[in-house]
């Protein structure tokens, strides 16, 4: 099955700065990446996705890329603010029959914005 | 309705109890999920109902039974737990097992003593 790896697990940043967080996936098949940001105590919510016809993403301070050649994608923030303190988690998942309805999922980067 | 909505939203039963997790969606969503997550971890796949039909089970132990009376309904009944099964019990759903896009249920926060 599919493989994903997420980099790093904890990110520090200064209100203001970029946060970068990287993750890989091994299966060839998977065609979709969606970014999942969870609040303490509160449900995973979709915050941007791609899909593997499209190279770049991007929401307002939010940007996905994606690399299809190499097997990854990463998730910018730009101009951290406070808020943006969560739980960050990828994943990657296929329309593949052995795999439909299964999303795998990263190991989470906790990400902290100091204000 | 944009929502997936999950009740009791916390629960704490002995290991002898019977309770169920009740999800419910009124997006016209085919696809729905159970996913367990503990503290700092991803969610953890557990069932897929497809068409009211269960299409996925991940090896759960039968502790854990779904059931999807319909297709806005989905249940978890639980029963003999152990305490390592406390947890987050997130539902989800999707336009179908195919379409990907996930949306959670606030989920039930359960405690087995």
């Known amino acids: 099955g599919e493989n994903v790896e997420q980099h790093p697990s904890t990110l520090s940043v200064q209100e203001g700065d970029s946060a970068v967080i990287k993750c890989t996936y091994s299966?060839?098949?998977?065609?979709?990446f969606p970014w999942y940001k969870q609040e303490l105590g509160k449900r995973p919510q979709l915050i941007i996705d791609?899909?593997?016809?499209?190279g770049e993403k991007k929401d307002q301070r939010i940007a996905v890329t994606l690399n299809k050649t190499a097997k990854h994608f990463s998730l910018h923030i730009t101009e951290t603010q406070p808020e943006d303190s969560a739980v960050y988690f990828c994943?990657?998942?296929?329309?593949?029959?052995?795999?439909?309805?299964?999303?795998?999922f990263g190991r989470g980067t906790q990400l902290t914005v100091w204000p | 309705d944009t929502e997936v909505t999950q009740t009791p939203k916390h629960l704490v039963m002995g290991m002898t109890n019977k309770k169920s997790l009740k999800c419910e969606q009124h997006?016209?969503?085919?696809?729905m999920y159970w996913y367990k997550q503990k503290a700092k971890k991803p969610p953890e796949l557990m069932f897929v109902?497809?068409?009211?039909?269960?299409?996925i089970n991940e090896s759960v132990p039968s502790r854990f039974s779904p059931e999807c009376p319909n297709s806005s309904l989905l249940n978890l009944h639980l029963h003999a737990l152990q305490p390592e099964d406390s947890a987050l019990y997130l539902c989800?759903?999707?336009?179908?097992?195919?379409?990907?896009?996930?949306?959670f249920g606030a989920g039930s926060r359960l405690t087995v003593l």
């Open positions: 299966d060839s098949a998977s065609n979709y």
């Open positions: 997006m016209g969503h085919r696809a």
């Open positions: 791609i899909r593997s016809n499209v």
């Open positions: 109902y497809s068409y009211e039909k269960l299409s």
């Open positions: 994943a990657a998942s296929s329309a593949r029959g052995s795999t439909l309805g299964r999303l795998y």
């Open positions: 989800a759903s999707s336009l179908n097992s195919g379409a990907n896009v996930l949306t």
